[in-house]
């Protein structure tokens, strides 16, 4: 059982856009920054956003990150094939870091 | 290039211990916070711990499914991190990663290394 809430799955088609949800609580997205992760299969996870909204040098703004309140929303446009993985919210909760469970995109 | 290696990960008994050890290059190590993340196969990321840098005193924190039995700690001169386990369970099965986090974010991780616990 995770800390942080996400839906097991979502699916879109290439081109298409798609969001995956990550819900917590005051304790932890509330008053923290929210980093999103995408791990490709066989890979390590891979630093997509940090801070809410910021993307790392070399990650294209096809992936946006926003949050409200406890909270915290990861979207992807223009869907490529190349973008099916597991893809994980975190943040941290009394100076620990927690993780959501993981959500896995399909692109169809 | 930043860069993160971990090794030592192996086949070890329930009740034994395991040390891993985490190599960093291509950046000031000692003035980074490491962590220790780790996932069981076909499971999600579960952090394990970290170890805060010389200037915030080496504080370490532990995930409560840890605490008393993994201890991380850092050789700066070696540019090393570790995460040294005991009393190592099944449910330690997983690939353990090392990942750096210099501001708040793990910003680079390293490839893992597996370790499994079974008689």
């Known amino acids: 059982q995770s800390v942080l809430t996400q839906p097991p799955s979502v699916s879109a088609a290439p081109g298409q856009k798609v969001t995956i949800s990550c819900s917590g609580s005051s304790s932890n997205i509330g008053n923290n920054y929210v980093s999103w992760y995408q791990q490709l299969p066989g890979t390590a996870p891979k630093l997509l956003i940090y801070e809410n909204n910021k993307r790392p040098s070399g990650i294209p703004d096809r992936f946006s990150g926003s949050k409200s309140g406890t909270s915290a929303t990861l979207g992807i446009t223009g869907l490529q094939t190349g973008d099916e993985a597991d893809y994980y919210c975190?943040?941290?909760?009394?100076?620990?870091?927690?993780f959501g469970g993981g959500t896995k995109l399909t692109v169809l | 290039e930043v860069q993160l290696v971990e090794s030592g990960g192996g086949l070890v008994q329930p009740g034994g211990s395991l040390k891993l050890s985490c190599a960093a290059s291509g950046f000031t190590f000692s003035g980074s916070a490491m962590h220790w993340v780790r996932q069981a196969s076909g499971k999600g990321l579960e952090w394990v711990g970290r170890i805060r840098s010389k200037a915030n005193s080496y504080a370490t924190a532990y995930a409560a499914s840890v605490k008393g039995r993994f201890t991380i700690s850092r050789d700066d001169s070696k540019n090393t991190a570790y995460l040294q386990m005991n009393s190592l369970k099944t449910e330690d099965t997983a690939v353990y990663y090392c990942t750096r986090s210099p501001g708040g974010d793990m910003d680079v991780w390293g490839k893992g290394t597996t370790v499994t616990v079974s008689s």
């Open positions: 975190g943040t941290w909760d009394s100076s620990l870091r927690v």
